[in-house]
């Protein structure tokens, strides 16, 4: 497994972007497909974006296409969430998670064995 640590959360305005960063300690991360999902007040964790181990292929999810952008740099062993855009609906805690599978974009919470703490985004209007 690898550790996870996010950070670049805040409390920015509707239609603003922020860009958070997951650091990954570990020399495996390259072998790692990443994802970040998020978990409102009151709702269930829910899928936001995923990449594959060598960024060859992504997912997002509906709520967030077009507007949120993953990458990663395996060589800083860190995993980025562009967001622009940003709405109120996007208020939440964004996680950073590893699934050992090297070429997948699972949505699904169980796929994926190394969580971080989390950052909590606030988007007021």
């Known amino acids: 497994q690898v550790q996870l640590v996010e950070s670049g959360g805040g409390l920015v305005q509707a239609g603003d972007s922020l860009r958070l960063s997951c650091a990954a300690s570990?020399?495996?991360?390259?072998?790692?497909?990443m994802a970040w999902f998020r978990q409102a007040p009151g709702k269930e964790r829910e899928f936001a974006a995923a990449?594959?181990?060598?960024?060859?292929?992504?997912r997002y999810a509906n709520s967030v296409k077009g507007r949120f952008t993953i990458s990663r740099d395996n060589a800083k062993n860190t995993v980025y969430l562009q967001m622009n855009s940003l709405k109120d609906d996007d208020t939440a805690v964004y996680y950073c998670?590893?699934?050992?599978?090297?070429?997948?974009?699972?949505?699904?919470?169980?796929?994926?064995?190394?969580w971080g703490q989390g950052t909590q985004v606030t988007v007021s209007s």
């Open positions: 998670a590893a699934n050992p599978i090297r070429y997948s974009t699972a949505t699904d919470p169980t796929s994926y064995n190394s």
């Open positions: 570990g020399r495996t991360f390259s072998s790692y497909s």
């Open positions: 990449i594959t181990s060598n960024s060859g292929s992504t």
